[in-house]
C-alpha cells in the first residue's frame, strides 16, 4: 500500500525566497506545482488569483517565517505519530482502496481542511497555517484521522461524474433529503440558498461554479450566494445569456458545449458547460434561479436536471 501522508510545506515556503512585493510569482510558483489544488482551493473558498496573492501578503513574512520554524521543530516527531495512527486505521478506513491522499500544505488559514476531488481520487488538504494560528500542531494525528473518518462518510454520497445510473440516483436521494432537512424549518431565503449552494457544491463533483442569480422587478438578476471564482456577471439582463434565457422564459436551461451558444456569457475559459434551473414562487412565477458552471463538457444530464429541480422546488415559497 502507497503511503498516503505528504508534506508539501517546502514547496510552498519556496515563496519566503522572494521579496514581498514579489510574491505574486511564488504563489505562482506553488501554483504551478499543484494546480488543481490551489484552483479547487480558490474556488472553495470563492478567490480570484488576485485575492489570493493579496491575501498571502496581508499574511505576511513574519508569520509565515514562524511557521516554518515551528514545522522544523515539529516535523519529525508529528510525521512519525501519524504514519502510526494511519497505519492502524487501514481496515476501518478502507486505505487499500487507494482514493484519497492527504496533503499537508500552507494555505491561507481559511479552512482546517477540504476535499479537493482530482482524477486519480481525492485530495485531503489540511492547512498548515490554520493549525498554526490555532496551535495545534500537537492534534495532526488525531485531526487526520478525524478527516479521514469525515471523507468516507463524505464519499458514500459524492456525486461523481461517472458513477452507474442507479447509484447517482441514490445519492441524489441523500443530497436532496440533506437539503430539505436542512431548511425545512426556517423560511429565510438567505438560508434557503446557502444550504443550496453549499451542498451542491460539497457534493457532486463536476459542479465547479454554484450560485444564486435573484430575479428584479427592473428585468435585471443580481448575483445572491455563490461559491466558485468571482464573476464579473454580477447583474445580468433577462434574456441576455444562459441566465438571462432562462429567467425570461422562467425554464431550465441545459448546455453540454457553451462554446455551440450564440447567445452566452463567458465566465471563463475553464467553463465547457452549463445548467440554469429557476426557482419560482407558488404560482409559478420567477423568484430567482440557481446556475452551475462545469469544467466538464457535456457535464449533465437529465438525472441531475431532474434531481436539481427538484432541491430548487424545496426554495418555492
Known sequence: MRSIF?????????????PLEDWDQGWSEYEEKHPRI??????????????????????????????????????????????????????????????FVVYFMPFLKLKKYLFIPTSKGHVLALDMLFYYEKDEFNNLPDDIVNAMKDFRIFSKHNIEKNIPPEEKIKRYDHLYEKISNDIKN?????????????????????????????????????????????TEHVNIPYGKGICGQSAKTNLTFLVGDVTTQDNYLSCGSNVKSEIVIPIKSPDGSFLEQLDIDSHSINAFDEIDKKYLEKICSLANR
Request: aromatic letters at 14%.
Open 38 to 99: 490551489i484552483e479547487e482551493y480558490r474556488c472553495q473558498n470563492s478567490l480570484s488569483n488576485n485575492m489570493a496573492t493579496e491575501l498571502l501578503k496581508k499574511i505576511g513574512r513574519r508569520r509565515y517565517d514562524k511557521v516554518y520554524i515551528k514545522w522544523l521543530e515539529k516535523n519529525r516527531e508529528l510525521k512519525n505519530k501519524i504514519i502510526y495512527s494511519i497505519r492502524h486505521c487501514d481496515y476501518d478506513f478502507q486505505l487499500k482502496k487507494e482514493d
Open 6 to 18: 505528504r508534506d508539501f510545506s517546502a514547496d510552498f515556503f519556496d515563496i519566503l525566497k522572494y
Open 186 to 230: 426556517t423560511d429565510d431565503i438567505d438560508i434557503m440558498n446557502r444550504s443550496i449552494v453549499n451542498n451542491i457544491s460539497r457534493y457532486i463533483d463536476y459542479c465547479n461554479w454554484t450560485g444564486i442569480y435573484r430575479g428584479n422587478d427592473d428585468g435585471v438578476l443580481t448575483l445572491d450566494y455563490y461559491i466558485g471564482e468571482p
